[in-house]
């Protein structure tokens, strides 16, 4: 996650809402955002999105 807070960083993103799935949320749609706009690279997209899928799950794997 630090990774992905970092690459946003590095253009300007800044990501805190409090909540965990929210930051998740907000971080995958910036992602995609910048992807789109052939900012990132598809590898570092594939990444990222894998990663912040693995966050989402282990946040709700602990909410159960």
Do not use: P
């Not at 630090?2 to 946003?8: A, G, M």
């Not at 965990?20 to 594939?46: C, H, P, W």
């Amino acid at each position: 996650m630090l990774d992905i807070r970092n690459l946003l960083k590095r253009y300007g993103i800044f990501i805190y809402t409090g909540s965990k799935v929210g930051d998740v949320d907000l971080m995958e749609a910036e992602v995609r955002d910048l992807y789109r706009s052939n900012i990132l690279s598809a590898t570092d997209f594939q990444q990222a999105i894998l990663i912040l899928r693995q966050e989402r799950s282990n946040i709700e794997k602990k909410d159960v």
